[in-house]
């Protein structure tokens, strides 16, 4: 089994930054794609960013030029900095790594 551990959420203004951090621990494995996805209520949870094994990244149109995700194979970790936090950012954000981890989520809202 794999645990998945995000921290970081938070509230913040219109305009202002946050930096999610997931840590993997357990039966980790190899090393993997993950992605950090967000839900909010009443919709689908849907990916926003994903990295490779190699450090390519992918965005979601909307994150695209404001969120920058990363990781540190040596600490099993993945993060997800955001900036020029929108109130339509605001989500529940989760932790995924193949194939079918979670981790239990980080709320963030953005709100004057």
């Known amino acids: 089994q794999v645990q998945l551990v995000e921290s970081g959420g938070g509230l913040v203004q219109p305009g202002g930054s946050l930096r999610l951090s997931c840590v993997a621990s357990g039966n980790v494995g190899s090393i993997t794609s993950m992605g950090w996805y967000r839900q909010t209520p009443g919709s689908q949870r849907d990916w926003a960013a994903l990295?490779?094994?190699?450090?390519?990244?992918k965005y979601k149109d909307s994150v695209k030029d404001r969120f920058t995700i990363s990781r540190d194979n040596a600490k099993n970790a993945v993060y997800l900095q955001m900036n020029s936090l929108k109130s339509e950012d605001t989500a529940t954000y989760y932790c995924y790594k193949p194939t079918d981890y979670w981790g239990q989520g980080t709320q963030v809202t953005v709100s004057s």
């Open positions: 990295i490779g094994t190699t450090g390519s990244t």
